[in-house]
């Protein structure tokens, strides 16, 4: 069933049941009109943790808060009825402990009603993962690239190449026998998407993977040319709407200092259209 012909938002078991079927849809939004735009086109909407970069003008997603992610998934919830809502845990919220992990994640769901949460790690992540499933908490996991870990990845790199392939794999594995739902694979070679997603039950979204993956995600800003401090590899601008908002305001800084805007048709006489005088 296409989200389009949805009158309900799916629920975690609906996207695990998409498994090789229609690929899956699915868009970052940080903001209600944004989510009011894709709600019903995306099966499931990221609130990711990318906001810090993308809103917030952070260097990575390593500053970002639970209370930032809060906020901008309550700001999200308002806009959706026919997508599934997915909120980022942001980094320091679950890696410690299995506990600590349920509480943060207990917390996003409740006070932003959420569907699932997300959380990066493979292998390392297994336990936390079946932990916070067996108490009622669905849990799509994200391997390969994980921006939380740029700081000992080395870097924005291809994961997975090579002698990698066999840890990625695992990691695919393990998370998918752990209880999650769906899992990210975040640029990783195509090919190596390909054996992951015919190797495990669960649902795969790519971004920078393959399109033979069960679905795929973009960040909502990079694919309409919002954000352009840089464009990584992966990303197709299907518009181009910063520059387009660049020569809008422009044209208004233009008309505003030529003394053209405001017009007459958007300033307001003495007496009402139509008033007796």
Do not use: W
Request: aromatic fraction near 6%; include cysteine.
């Amino acid at each position: 069933m296409s989200a389009t012909a949805r009158k309900t938002a799916p629920m975690p078991q609906d996207i695990l049941a998409r498994k090789g079927g229609t690929p899956l849809v699915s868009l970052t939004a940080y903001t209600t009109p944004m989510a009011e735009l894709m709600d019903g086109i995306c099966d499931f909407v990221l609130v990711g943790d990318s906001v810090g970069m993308v809103l917030h003008g952070l260097p990575s997603t390593v500053g970002v808060t639970m209370e930032m992610m809060i906020m901008h998934g309550k700001a999200v919830r308002r806009g959706l009825s026919t997508s599934m809502l997915v909120i980022d845990m942001p980094f320091g919220s679950y890696e410690e402990s299995r506990e600590q992990a349920f509480r943060n994640a207990a917390r996003l769901m409740a006070e932003t009603n959420a569907g699932a949460v997300k959380l990066e790690g493979g292998v390392v992540m297994a336990d936390t993962i079946n932990f916070l499933v067996s108490r009622g908490i669905p849990v799509m996991a994200h391997i390969g690239l994980t921006p939380q870990s740029i700081n000992t990845l080395g870097g924005y790199k291809v994961q997975g190449r090579g002698e990698d392939a066999a840890a990625l794999m695992a990691d695919a594995k393990a998370v998918a026998q752990a209880g999650a739902f769906a899992v990210v694979l975040e640029k990783v070679p195509a090919a190596l998407a390909d054996k992951i997603t015919g190797a495990v039950a669960i649902p795969t979204i790519g971004i920078g993977a393959s399109a033979n993956c069960d679905g795929q995600i973009l960040v909502v800003d990079d694919m309409l040319g919002l954000f352009t401090a840089f464009k990584a590899k992966f990303v197709k601008r299907f518009a181009t709407l910063g520059d387009d908002a660049r020569g809008a305001i422009q044209a208004y800084a233009d008309e505003v200092q030529a003394r053209s805007f405001p017009a007459a048709e958007h300033t307001f006489a003495d007496t009402a259209p139509g008033a007796s005088k």
